[in-house]
């Protein structure tokens, strides 16, 4: 037995498991190591096998001097997918490498590097989007103003929600829309403006078969659609811009059709 081992055993405590001063996180990826500034966010991690000692891994981050930026903390417990959520604490613009532990309950020296570096980047900021509305079945074209817009990458992005009262799946997730992101590349942009084409409303999810398609019982889907910009396919605007579908009228008695 090393004796790095039999100094875990001797001076832990019950809770902590002295495999994880010997075993490290067997990491297979991470899911886009990439936040705004000042913001609490999650970081999606995927192992390559659950052995792990069994309990909650632990996330630490180093500043690139190696030094801890926050106190060390416990990941959420593995999914059935074997997917692991972890705590990004608000941060500064920078980059901070990543350590994990395979037993969040042990001391800081059972933290080993990854050999990944989590991102904090300035995304572009939105202040307003015009037109603000139009029909549900038309593409529309619109302006987003803000500021920090530019760059390699600048895409406008398009997030389509359930709305509220939608039936819930086998998962527990809100049954919505048909379509639920889309990405476009902006039509032009400034340092403070981007055109973007907004796409037709998607309308609620689907069950199609030999007769055709049609909505799913119980799905519904927002009549507006979250807006944003990323400048680098990385992170994107976090501020709440919603373009919203106005429902058809009846050309015969302007009867509002949902």
């Known amino acids: 037995m090393s004796v790095r081992l039999l100094a875990a055993l001797a001076g832990v405590g019950a809770a902590c498991n002295p495999l ?24 999606k991690v995927i192992l390559n ?21 926050a106190a060390a903390r416990p990941c959420e ?5 074997g997917e692991i959520m972890c705590p990004i604490p608000p941060l500064a613009v920078g980059t901070y490498p990543l350590l994990l532990s395979s037993d969040a309950s042990c001391g800081e020296s059972t933290y080993a590097p990854m050999a ?3 991102g904090v980047i300035e995304p572009a900021h939105l202040s307003s989007i015009a037109p603000a509305h139009g029909p549900e079945g ?26 509220p009262g939608a039936r819930l799946d086998g998962s527990g997730n809100p049954m919505g829309c048909s379509m639920k ?7 032009n942009f400034s340092t403070v403006s981007a055109a973007c084409m907004v796409p037709h409303w998607p309308g609620p999810l689907q069950k199609c078969g030999t007769g055709g398609c049609k909505p799913v019982e119980g799905a519904l889907c927002d009549r507006k659609v979250h807006v944003q910009v990323t400048n680098d396919a ?8 919603f373009y919203a579908y106005d429902s058809k009228v009846s050309n015969s008695d302007h009867e509002v059709l949902v």
């Open 20 to 43: 994880a001063y010997v075993k490290t996180v067997d990491l297979r990826s991470v899911e886009s190591p990439y936040f705004v500034p000042s913001a609490p966010a999650k970081l």
């Open 49 to 69: 096998s659950a052995w792990y000692t069994g309990r909650q891994i632990g996330i630490l981050l180093h500043d690139n001097t190696g030094v801890a930026v």
């Open 77 to 81: 417990p593995m999914d059935l997918w």
């Open 116 to 118: 990944v570096d989590v």
């Open 138 to 163: 038309n593409e529309a074209k619109v302006e987003v103003s803000g500021s920090n817009i530019g760059g390699p990458h600048v895409f406008c992005e398009y997030t389509f929600a359930a709305a």
């Open 181 to 187: 992101k889309a990405s476009y590349p902006a039509l």
């Open 234 to 241: 990385k992170v994107s605007s976090p501020e709440a811009i």
